[in-house]
């Protein structure tokens, strides 16, 4: 049982590439989220989604794109990166609403120059 | 829209004291709350979750409180340890279990 597991750890872009992060989840998990971290603003919420084919904007949705065609898959898309998009990127999986815990990846270490 | 508080911003400690942890709320409407540490460059380690019908929980040396009507919880660490130094996060959970993140409270406990 491997968790939440993020791919990759690490990469650097330069401005204008595209790239796409993948989280994998194996607790069979419906609700799926992808979290951005930067200092001195905490985590934020970019996007999410609630079941499989099912997408939603978060807090800071723009600049990336999502899609969930699989239940264990979250994908985060990056069309065309910018240096405001250096951060560390965290995917999260729960159960549902209600009393279940959300379960974080390790993070992607994103470097936009 | 859902703002959480964390204070300090933070705490430095030598090894055996009790020390307190707070975490504010704008929206008492909430699933639950949950309280997860993070040590530096790694992901979020989740230590409690409090529904929003509990008063507390418990987990070894960790106790958190969750006051909805007040917007406010405190994790409390007794007899802490030089492995207890991290950063500790305070997230509520609102619609669609949505978390909205504190900014955090960096402890650093000294032998």
């Known amino acids: 049982n491997a968790g939440v597991t993020q791919t990759p750890k690490f990469r650097v872009l330069k401005t204008g590439q595209s790239m796409t992060l993948l989280c994998a989840q194996d607790?069979?998990?419906?609700?799926m989220y992808w979290y951005r971290q930067d200092p001195g603003m905490g985590l934020r919420l970019i996007h999410y989604?609630?079941?499989?084919?099912?997408?939603a904007k978060g807090e800071v949705p723009d600049g990336y794109n999502v899609s969930r065609l699989k239940k264990q898959n979250f994908l985060l898309g990056l069309e065309s990166a910018a240096p405001s998009q250096t951060s560390v990127y965290f995917c999260?999986?729960?159960?549902?609403?209600?009393?279940?815990?959300?379960?974080f990846g390790p993070g992607t270490r994103l470097t936009v120059t | 829209k859902q703002e959480v508080t964390q204070i300090p911003a933070a705490l430095s400690v030598p090894e055996g004291e009790n020390l307190v942890l707070n975490c504010s709320f704008t929206d008492s409407a909430i699933y639950n709350l949950q309280w997860f540490r993070q040590d530096p460059g790694k992901g979020l380690t989740s230590l409690l979750l409090i529904q929003s019908s509990q008063r507390e929980q418990t987990s070894g040396r960790l106790n958190a409180s969750l006051d909805k009507s007040s917007g406010r919880s405190t994790l409390y660490i007794a007899a802490s340890q030089p492995g207890d130094s991290a950063t500790y996060l305070c997230?509520?959970?609102?619609?669609?279990?949505?978390?909205?993140f504190g900014k955090g409270t960096m402890l650093l406990v000294s032998p």
């Open positions: 607790m069979n998990h419906e609700y």
């Open positions: 999260a999986s729960t159960q549902g609403p209600g009393p279940y815990e959300q379960y």
């Open positions: 997230a509520v959970h609102s619609g669609y279990s949505t978390l909205t």
């Open positions: 989604s609630v079941g499989e084919g099912t997408t």
